[in-house]
């Protein structure tokens, strides 16, 4: 996870320094009302590999300059020329991209008194965000903290600011800020004109469900499937959120084929295997309506072969199970939760809404079940704001989770 700005350099590069264009130390004494005040005060010993340096560091003659540079920090004795020294030498390590060779030149321009104040700034944001990527390396991930906020709060812009400190709470248990800090890599990227990788995303959600707040997951996930709408990603996101479907108990057969309610409605069902496995699902929970439903639409999709011995084993059973158990008419007359998930499955939305509703108002049903299965019939009605309010109404339990992917399936188009 690592592509880095390249304004901050630019903007370290770009700092001039007091010209080298200082007069001998004899001329100087023999007429001091004509030296320059602000001149640097350096030896001849230091003048002559330091000029040098300087016309090489001007022509970008890197060769030429490093045994000048060399030279002219041997010579150094006072402040000026070990200021002087200190930007050749940094504008050397620059192009050379030696970062650890830039941080003992920033350590002097940053303090000394001959940078001036808008540059002495910007060396101490480098220097900073240089040590917190040395502090990284070693894992100090207290000093990554430290150092990148003062990089940060002292102007510069760089994309592994955030990243690094992002890995830095992650690693000392603080999700909320780690999520925080992936959420300004990505705003960073997208302001530089790039796409963040998905790994960013990646890295954040799991931490934001780790602290339990649900409307920050609700938005991590809408802000993932929004910038990468894919199959493989709703499916992602299913994997991370529906653990609980994994069970064998009713309520996590239940979550189960609400996943996979969630996926054929997001156009997100893949493949053979999914469509063959959600069909059993339905019909081995008593819902034979949606088993031959999904079944036919896998055929007709494609992805499920007409020849595909478990598919019409289901199939052929979903059919006896549907001549067996009493008409919808006759299970909507009837009421009750239970009667709403077999119209449901059925696909009769409007009438599975009217038992919902009537179980609620009646009381000493599983709200958080029946806010859930009010919720997908509304959606499946086009009714987007009633959905979400019945998916928000899913309070505990386990359905939490599952009602805040289809929160999210509301925001986000179905994939084509």
């Known amino acids: 996870m690592n592509f880095a700005s ?16 200082v007069a001998p130390a004899a001329a100087q004494k023999k007429d001091d009302k004509k030296a320059d005040p602000n001149a640097l005060k350096v030896s001849d010993e230091f003048r002559k590999p330091a000029g040098l340096a300087e016309a090489a560091v001007k022509a970008k003659d890197w060769a030429t300059a490093e045994p000048q540079i060399v030279a002219a920090e041997a010579a150094a004795k006072n402040d000026d020329e070990k200021y002087y020294s200190s930007w050749l030498r940094l504008q050397l390590e620059l192009s050379r991209g030696n970062e650890a060779a830039q941080i003992p030149a920033l ?13 002495k700034a910007a060396y101490a944001a480098r220097l900073n965000f240089l040590m917190g990527k ?50 300004n890599a990505i705003e960073y990227a997208k302001s530089t004109g790039q796409k963040a990788p998905e790994a960013w995303y990646q890295f954040a959600i799991p931490k934001v469900v780790a602290t339990g707040n649900r409307e920050g997951t609700y938005d991590w996930l809408a802000y993932y499937l929004k910038d990468y709408p894919t199959v493989k990603n709703w499916r992602w996101a299913i994997e991370v959120l529906g653990q609980g479907a994994k069970g064998t108990d009713r309520a996590a ?20 295997g999914d469509y063959a496995d959600y069909a059993y ?29 478990d598919g019409n084993r289901t199939y052929t059973a979903a059919q006896a199970g549907v001549k067996s158990s009493p008409a919808l008419d006759a299970l909507a007359k009837q009421g009750g939760a239970g009667n ?8 009769d939305n409007a009438r599975a809404l009217q038992l919902y509703d009537a179980a609620l108002a009646k009381g000493g049903a599983d709200t958080n079940e ?45 994939l084509s």
């Open 6 to 21: 390249k304004l901050a350099l630019a903007a370290v590069l770009s700092l001039g320094t007091t010209a080298l264009t």
């Open 107 to 119: 350590q002097t321009l940053s303090v000394s008194p001959r940078t001036n104040p808008d540059a």
């Open 134 to 183: 040395a502090a990284a390396s070693q894992k100090k991930h207290a000093d990554v903290i430290s150092y990148m906020t003062k990089a940060r709060e002292g102007g510069e812009k760089n994309v592994d600011i955030p990243l690094m400190m992002a890995n830095a709470y992650a690693a000392t248990g603080k999700n909320a800020e780690a999520a925080a800090e992936a959420r």
């Open 253 to 272: 057969k239940t979550e189960r084929i609400d996943l996979y309610r969630l996926r054929r409605i997001t156009n997100s069902l893949a493949d053979r």
């Open 281 to 309: 699902a339905a019909q081995s929970s008593g819902l034979p309506w949606e088993a031959i439903s999904v079944i036919e639409e896998g055929r007709k999709s494609g992805k499920l072969p007409a020849t595909d011995a």
């Open 340 to 347: 709403g998930d077999a119209l449901l499955a059925a696909g």
């Open 370 to 414: 029946i806010n859930l299965h009010r919720g997908i019939a509304l959606q499946r009605l086009g009714r987007k704001e009633e959905a979400k309010a019945a998916f928000q109404a899913v309070k505990t339990g386990p359905f939490v989770n599952v009602a805040l992917l289809w929160q999210v399936s509301l925001d986000t188009p179905p």
